[in-house]
């Protein structure tokens, strides 16, 4: 199994410009997230999923868009990206919404110019 | 205030010294994670707990439920060890959302 996959994993983007940053699990978890991590503060959720068809926002989610398709995918999509959207981005999987055991892809650096 | 909280936030040690990372938090969990991340690397999980005490080669994990503490020890400390250690509960309160603590940067001198 590959686990989580994150592509890509650095990105430049200037401000205004849009992109999708793309998550993938190879295990069959019903329960995806997406976290940005910023310096001296803990990993903040933005979106999840807990399963196809199904997503829901997080504390930090203005800015963000996602969709749940497939089990696999969970892109992230920057509509009109900020430099306060400057970050280090994980997305994460769970067997279930009520499983323990997380897994984290290994994270997107992005920059906004 | 934070959910969790993590104690030191910065931390050097030199190789060969016993470690220690606390984690308090104040709402009702169902688990405890403890996270070990790299230099500019993804976050890899060392332990999750419910109740106890767990094991794993030199990192011992233990939580105290009733004072909702955690603390994450190393012993003999290796310079390999530095990296950011984050602990992380799942929030009952939050429907079972990972609310993470700030982590505790751990630099180990040779």
């Known amino acids: 199994n590959a686990g989580v996959t994150q592509t890509p994993k650095f990105q430049v983007l200037k401000t205004g410009q849009s992109m999708t940053l793309q998550c993938a699990q190879d295990m069959n978890h019903e329960y995806m997230s997406w976290y940005r991590q910023d310096p001296g503060m803990g990993l903040r959720l933005i979106h999840y999923?807990?399963?196809?068809?199904?997503?829901d926002q997080g504390e930090v989610p203005n800015g963000y868009n996602v969709s749940r398709s497939t089990t696999e995918d969970f892109p992230l999509r920057l509509l009109s990206a900020a430099p306060s959207q400057t970050s280090v981005y994980f997305c994460a999987s769970r067997r279930t919404a009520s499983s323990y055991e997380q897994y984290f892809g290994p994270g997107t650096r992005l920059t906004v110019t | 205030k934070n959910e969790v909280e993590q104690s030191p936030q910065n931390l050097t040690a030199q190789e060969g010294e016993f470690i220690t990372i606390n984690c308090s938090y104040s709402v009702g969990i169902s688990a405890l994670h403890w996270l070990q991340q790299h230099p500019g690397g993804g976050i890899v999980s060392l332990f999750m707990?419910?109740?106890g005490k767990k094991k794993h080669g030199r990192l011992i994990a233990t939580i105290n439920i009733q004072e909702k503490h955690s603390s994450l020890h190393i012993t003999a400390s290796h310079p390999r060890d530095s990296a950011v250690y984050i602990c992380?509960?799942?929030?009952?309160?939050?429907?079972?959302?990972?609310?993470f603590g700030a982590g505790t940067i751990l630099r180990v001198k040779s």
């Open positions: 999923s807990v399963g196809a068809g199904i997503t």
């Open positions: 992380a509960v799942i929030s009952m309160e939050y429907g079972n959302k990972l609310v």
């Open positions: 707990l419910s109740s």
